[in-house]
């Protein structure tokens, strides 16, 4: 399968422990994106990188919040001192240079703190 | 920033009827526009986009029209079928990187 993995797939953790997710993009995709999806609603962008450079992060990404993307490869997604209203889906998705077009994601990595 | 607002929230139809799912935007600088498909456990999965150098796009029993005007943009499914029962979202941009706003989703139920 050469699309959008993320893992795990699943976490549940503690209220206050940290947790991390990576996202292995296409591997022709310089682009990557982050978004959260909560029940019932669409998915909320935070953050975006080109190759390595993160170039965007939203609002919604407060300081515990911090996603890299070594190399231009890979990318992590930490969230440090985990809260219960960080419950969600964390999906990742790529996508080609050029203008906007297609996001191909993930089957993203649900998070639930207890 | 972009904001979208899609309705109807639910929609329920018999196999065979038409849907229509309608978007609007707030950013008139919008100018790619996609719908994507989400199964229940899934990931989300374009099904159909627009630009807006272009008014309507047809893709066999999918739709999509735009009205740059009125800001606003609808899914058109014809001779629905169970298996178009998903959530479907609708989605704007202005970003030349291609960072998508999208709308709260429509749960499409279609009954045999």
């Known amino acids: 399968d050469t699309g959008v993995s993320q893992n795990p797939r699943h976490k549940i953790t503690k209220r206050g422990q940290n947790v991390t997710f990576r996202c292995d993009p296409i591997s022709e995709h310089n682009r990557l994106y982050w978004y959260r999806q909560t029940l019932g609603q669409g998915p909320e962008f935070l953050t975006y990188f080109q190759n390595e450079a993160q170039l965007e992060k939203s609002r919604l990404l407060s300081d515990r919040f911090s996603a890299e993307r070594p190399k231009g490869s890979f990318s992590t997604l930490e969230i440090q001192r985990t809260e219960q209203g960080d419950s969600a889906m964390y999906l990742c998705a790529s996508s080609l240079a050029g203008g906007p077009g297609e996001l191909f994601f993930g089957e993203g990595s649900r998070l639930t703190v207890l | 920033g972009e904001n979208v607002e899609q309705h109807p929230s639910t929609l329920s139809v018999q196999e065979g009827d038409s849907a229509v799912i309608k978007c609007t935007y707030s950013?008139?600088?919008?100018?790619?526009f996609p719908w994507y498909k989400q199964e229940l456990g899934k990931r989300p999965q374009l099904i159909i986009d627009i630009r807006s150098n272009v008014g309507e796009k047809k893709d066999q029993r999918i739709a999509v029209t735009l009205n740059k005007t009125a800001k606003h943009f609808s899914l058109h499914i014809t001779e629905t079928q169970p298996e178009d029962s998903a959530v479907y979202f609708c989605?704007?941009?202005?970003?030349?990187?291609?960072?998508?706003?999208f709308g709260q989703g429509t749960i499409l139920t279609v009954h045999p």
């Open positions: 950013d008139s600088a919008s100018n790619y």
């Open positions: 989605a704007g941009t202005s970003s030349s990187y291609g960072k998508l706003t």
